[in-house]
C-alpha cells in the first residue's frame, strides 16, 4: 500500500505521532487481532517520491487490513488548568463590573463606560 502522508486537519497546536498496525480479520471471534498473534508484521519505507510505504508480511491468506492511529501527547492537567484559569478570569471579570456600578460620579466619564461596555460584552 502507498500511503500519501498527510497531516491530519486539527484546530489546536499539538503534535500527533502517526502510527501503523497491519491486523487481521478472525471471522470465529468476529475481532480484529494485532500484534505477534495476528501473523503479521508491518513495514513502513520511505518511498523514491517521499511518500511512505506501508507493507503488511503475513503468514496467511486471511483478511487483513492496516489501522492507521494518531497519538499524542495530551496532558489531561493542561485541561484542568485552563478550566481553573478560566474562572478566574471570568471571577475577576464580574468583580471589575460590580466595583464599577456602585462609583455613579465615576459613570458619568465617557472612558469609564467605555470600560464597563468592553468588559460586559466580554
Known amino acids: 500500500y502507498s500511503v500519501r502522508e498527510e497531516k491530519p486537519r486539527a484546530y489546536y ?3 500527533l505521532k502517526l502510527s501503523y ?3 487481521f ?3 470465529t471471534t ?3 487481532v494485532t500484534g505477534v498473534e495476528s501473523g503479521c508484521r508491518t513495514r513502513e519505507e520511505i518511498g523514491s517520491n517521499g511518500e511512505k510505504l506501508v507493507s503488511c508480511l503475513c503468514s496467511h491468506m486471511t483478511s487483513f487490513a492496516v489501522l492507521m492511529s494518531f497519538d499524542s501527547d495530551y496532558d489531561p492537567l493542561e485541561e484542568t488548568v485552563t478550566f481553573i484559569l478560566l474562572g478566574v478570569s471570568l471571577g475577576c471579570l464580574v468583580l471589575t463590573i460590580i466595583a464599577y456600578l456602585p462609583a455613579k460620579e465615576m459613570l458619568q466619564t465617557r472612558s469609564v463606560r467605555i470600560n464597563l461596555f468592553l ?3 466580554l
Open 21 to 23: 498496525e497491519c491486523v
Open 25 to 27: 480479520y478472525n471471522t
Open 119 to 121: 468588559a460586559t460584552s
Open 13 to 15: 497546536k499539538m503534535f
Open 30 to 32: 468476529a475481532s480484529w
